[in-house]
């Protein structure tokens, strides 16, 4: 703690009280928020809150155990048939959070003699699940393509890419049809990450592919999971330690989660995915996706300026290192649909006069 101490880099969580993006800090302060991956606003939708009630009445609180130990109640299932339908795939399997279904997911492909080939900005959970998997890892530059196909080439035997499809600290979109040639040419496993993938890129076809989502941004509940092709899927249910060894999500979470991608699936969805497209064309026009980095280089100063847009009333985090390398400090703008156009350009204007570069980047 003191090491980390005196390099600045002590962290702990604020106190924020809220319902959607506005909410009140430690100290009363009323702020409107710009962290949270809300991107459609369910996290206040009616429909996912009277499911989770329902859920809760009916089944309870905690699953109490594993799904292979006690069984998946009916809303698991369920669950998992609408994320398939959904995503176009034979089968999905649920899990914990996001991170597990990365660890499971890479784990259970990667293995000693299978090389995994990640870009070098992919998730935490990628990165630990590579480690994981004690396979050989070749870690490639961000969105190289050429690099992930010359780490193929030399490589005989089982290979996987991953990649995030948004990445979550710039909001670039990974090449995915790109990817999906190199891999469907070299025999190699996709698995892409779709964590923030709420404005595309759409899926590619052309290689096999495990794709990873979130129920806990843009569906506004908590879990994760993986779709793909039968075989894959109970692979994962058969070798995946972050879906065999802990308990299943809450029922009443999965509830809330299904009742999202059901909103997500309907015409409501489109006009959610219409709101958020034009709320980010409002702060950044032509950027593919709702995380708005803000780049502003040194750590100390993304700090003071994120101090200062609190001070404004505007919850931005500032992101630095060991989220982001050194010296690539920014703060980090997620866009929701749930925001109001007074909310955006109040954060604009105030970006404009701390940032004045912000706009450009
Ligand atoms: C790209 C990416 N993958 C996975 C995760 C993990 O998802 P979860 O929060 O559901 O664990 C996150 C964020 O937390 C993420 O940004």
């Given at each position: 703690m003191a090491g980390i101490r005196t390099a600045g880099r002590y962290r702990s969580p604020r106190a924020f009280d809220g319902l959607g993006p506005v909410g009140t800090l430690g100290d009363g302060t009323k702020v409107v928020s710009?962290?949270?991956n809300d991107y459609l606003g369910l996290s206040e939708h009616p429909a996912l809150r009277e499911a989770a009630h329902e859920a809760l009445e009916r089944w309870g609180t905690g699953a109490t155990a594993a799904r292979l130990v006690v069984g998946s109640r009916p809303v698991h299932?369920?669950?998992e048939a609408e994320l398939a339908a959904w995503k176009g795939a034979e089968a999905a399997v649920l899990f914990g959070t996001g991170f597990q279904a990365n660890l499971g997911v890479v784990t259970t492909f990667g293995g000693p003699g299978t090389l995994v080939v990640?870009?070098?900005?992919n998730h935490a959970s990628i990165i630990d699940g590579a480690r994981l998997a004690r396979a050989e890892v070749a870690v490639v530059r961000h969105v190289d393509v050429q690099a992930v196909e010359h780490r193929l080439?030399?490589?005989d035997g089982p290979a996987v890419v991953v990649t995030d499809t948004v990445f979550s600290m710039d909001g670039d979109l990974a090449p995915v049809d790109d990817l999906a040639e190199v891999c469907g040419r070299h025999g190699a496993l996709l698995v892409l990450d779709e964590a923030h993938a709420v404005l595309?890129?759409?899926?590619?076809?052309?290689?096999?592919?495990?794709r990873v989502g979130t129920l806990s941004k843009a569906l506004a509940s908590v879990g994760g999971f993986a779709v793909a092709d039968r075989p894959l899927t109970e692979l994962l249910v058969n070798r995946a330690r972050s879906y065999i060894f802990t308990t299943a999500t809450p029922p009443a979470d999965s509830a809330a989660a299904l009742a999202a991608v059901r909103v997500v699936r309907s015409a409501e969805g489109d006009v959610r995915r219409a709101a958020l497209r034009a709320n980010v064309e409002r702060l950044r026009p032509g950027h593919p996706s709702p995380i708005i980095p803000v780049l502003?280089?040194?750590?100390?100063r993304a700090l003071a300026v994120s101090d200062e847009l609190l001070r404004r009333g505007l919850l931005v985090p500032a992101i630095r290192p060991p989220t982001v390398a050194p010296g690539t400090c920014?703060?980090?703008v997620a866009v929701s649909a749930a925001h109001t156009d007074e909310q955006l350009d109040e954060l604009a204007d105030a970006l404009g006069v701390l940032v004045p570069a912000w706009r450009g980047e």
């Open positions: 710009f962290a949270g299932d369920e669950l990640s870009d070098e900005l080439a030399g490589h595309g890129p759409e899926a590619p076809s052309g290689a096999e592919l495990v502003v280089g040194d750590e100390g920014r703060l980090r």
